[in-house]
């Protein structure tokens, strides 16, 4: 494999991940995505073309405004960075199939964009979560889908997903009496099935949870180190919310990956 062919698509990636960002910002605003030129979420001035240039023009802006120089939200670099990282490890691991790769790369663009919309807004969008369920179901129809070999498999599979979430949230909430996983979750989880079957159940949910306590206890001591004060008791710590849908999605690759 040619080293050029990495760069390209780390590049594509990149470019990619700049779209996601327009996604993250304006969809829970409900604004216009495509018919739009990008402005500065501060002082609101359209920006010039190389303004926009992914990864690099935050480098070359030192991370601030061209116009005000407000400092630009590092999530902007991370969500291009991380998507251009991510889109070059399924290439590496699945370049010899062109339709495998095609649509894992939309899962991962599907999948980044509802993560972080969830941890912005606690919400999942049905425009992002619905359709991965059935791309996952026409993927494995097709025949390409090295973890799920056909339509009924992924189809149960999406639908067990719903089911198993909307299990444990009635488990939690008689044992709470509050709910504990929104809908999204549940939608999200049939995308996760229809694409990897409900095989993956198992190691999605224990990398998610894992990753998702284990994030959250040092996201709270950093917080409370910062603010000086003492780490909540364990009752405050259970009720607070916390958005699932990126551990989820977190899970399913370390189990796309490593299984």
């Not at 829970?28 to 001035?45: I, M, N, Q």
């Not at 995308?191 to 994030?215: C, Q, R």
């Amino acid at each position: 494999m040619s080293y050029y062919l990495f760069i390209f698509v780390f590049i594509i990636g990149l470019c990619l991940g700049s779209f996601l960002n327009v996604l993250i910002h304006r969809l829970p605003k409900g604004e216009k995505v495509f018919l739009d030129r990008s402005k500065c979420p501060h002082c609101g001035t359209y920006l010039k073309w190389y303004h926009n240039i992914p990864l690099l023009s935050f480098i070359l802006l030192r991370g601030r405004c061209a116009f005000c120089h407000q400092k630009i939200s590092l999530i902007y670099p991370t969500v291009e960075l991380l998507t251009a990282t991510l889109i070059l490890l399924v290439y590496l691991k699945f370049y010899y199939h062109l339709i495998t790769f095609i649509f894992l790369v939309i899962y991962l663009l599907f999948g980044l964009t509802i993560s972080f919309i969830d941890l912005k807004t606690k919400e999942i969008p049905d425009i992002l979560s619905l359709p991965l369920f059935f791309l996952g179901i026409l993927f494995s129809s097709l025949g390409h889908n090295p973890k799920v070999p056909g339509f009924e498999l992924s189809f149960i599979s999406g639908l067990a997903g719903i089911g198993l979430l909307f299990l444990i949230n009635e488990v939690y909430y008689l044992l709470t009496k509050r709910d504990g996983l929104g809908m999204g979750d549940l939608k999200l989880m049939a995308g996760i099935g229809s694409y990897f079957s409900y095989y993956s159940f198992y190691y999605v949910l224990l990398y998610g949870s894992i990753i998702g306590i284990v994030s959250y206890f040092i996201y709270r001591i950093f917080q409370k180190m910062m603010k000086k004060e003492k780490i909540g008791e364990a009752k405050e710590i259970l009720k607070t919310e916390i958005p699932f849908g990126p551990f989820l999605f977190i899970g399913s690759l370390l189990y796309l990956f490593f299984h």
